[in-house]
């Protein structure tokens, strides 16, 4: 499977991506993460039941990404993701890395329904979410505090039914 569980050995390169300015200026935590405090955070991180981090590795068994689900919710079968494709990685990367975690959280994990929540200063994540099929559920307005000030927070959502369908629309294409 193209998607492997993160372990201590993956934690410098992870790293690498996730200080990238690039990848840092879409998440809700916007500074440079040191590694002592990256290492101590993924400790904690893989005690929890409820999250998982995988790493995505192209054709070339070359890793490519991150994906990663959280607050990962067995009653009512939801959970929310996120994810970064390598700064250097190809076009398309994202794409093949979000065919891959949708189909493990819905058709291994049998999980409902997936959320995701957006920055609204992250346009390529918003055409990527709907790109997917996620459909939008409520906008957090002046929700997010940033280096420039309030910014709203968009959630998407998608459901396992919903995937099934859009998943062969996406492939055809
Ligand atoms: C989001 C991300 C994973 C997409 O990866 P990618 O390899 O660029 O994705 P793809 O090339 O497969 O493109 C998928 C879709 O994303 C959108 N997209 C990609 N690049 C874009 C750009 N420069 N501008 C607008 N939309 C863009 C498009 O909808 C694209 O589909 P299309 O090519 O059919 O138009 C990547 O840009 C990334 O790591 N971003 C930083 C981290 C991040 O934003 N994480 C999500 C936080 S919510």
Redesign the pocket.
């Known amino acids: 499977m193209p998607l492997r569980k993160i372990d201590e050995q993956d934690l410098e390169l992870m790293l690498s991506w996730r200080n990238h300015p690039?990848?840092r200026a879409?998440m809700f935590s916007q500074g440079i993460i040191p590694l002592d405090q990256h290492k101590a955070w993924f400790r904690r991180e893989s005690e929890k039941a409820d999250s998982a981090w995988f790493l995505f590795f192209d054709m070339n068994q070359k890793p490519t990404g991150v994906v990663y689900f959280t607050d990962m919710n067995r009653i009512a079968n939801h959970a929310f993701w996120?994810?970064?494709?390598a700064p250097e990685?190809p076009?398309?990367?994202?794409?093949k890395m979000g065919i891959e975690a949708l189909d493990y959280i819905f058709n291994v994990e049998g999980y409902h329904k997936l959320n995701?929540e957006?920055l609204e200063s992250?346009?390529?994540?918003h055409?990527?979410h709907r790109?997917l099929g996620f459909r939008i559920e409520g906008i957090f307005h002046d929700h997010y505090f940033g280096s420039d000030g309030y910014e709203s927070v968009t959630r998407f959502a998608l459901l396992a039914s919903e995937w099934s369908r859009f998943r062969e629309e996406l492939v055809r294409r």
Do not use: E
């Open positions: 690039v990848v879409s996120g994810f970064y494709a990685a076009p398309g990367t994202g794409t995701a957006v992250n346009t390529r994540s055409a990527f790109k």
